[in-house]
């Protein structure tokens, strides 16, 4: 299982960025994906989730101006960020929980290798 996003980068205070990953292989269904985020020195943190019900869970700190969407047949998922502030600067990472479609069906967690985004004040 592959994580590929796409994104990111350099933007003032005030504006928007779209993050976009897309999870390839032998993937027989996602339990979860979402983005989380680590901003320098501190640790990795949720940024938005959705759950294979439909249930999402958006980090307080973002709530009212990022948005997710999903495509569950195409394996992806896009975040939209808006009014973007300086505290939002971190390194975004894409994340999956998904059963692996093998002989045997398993479970497996999946990062994407992160995509930078800097807001500048």
């Known amino acids: 299982v592959q994580l590929q996003a796409s994104g990111g980068g350099l933007v003032q205070a005030g504006g928007s960025l779209r993050l976009s990953c897309a999870a390839s292989?032998?993937?027989?269904?996602?339990?979860?994906m979402g983005w989380y985020r680590q901003a320098p020195g501190k640790e990795r943190e949720l940024v938005i989730l959705n759950f294979r019900d439909g249930s999402t869970n958006t980090a307080d700190s973002v709530k009212g101006r990022f948005t997710m969407s999903s495509d569950n047949a195409k394996k992806t998922v896009s975040l939209q960020m808006n009014n973007l502030r300086p505290e939002d600067t971190g390194v975004y990472y894409c994340y999956a929980d998904v059963w692996v479609a093998d002989a045997v069906e398993y479970r497996r967690n999946a990062w994407g290798p992160g995509t930078l985004v800097t807001v500048s004040s």
């Open positions: 292989g032998s993937i027989a269904r996602v339990n979860q």
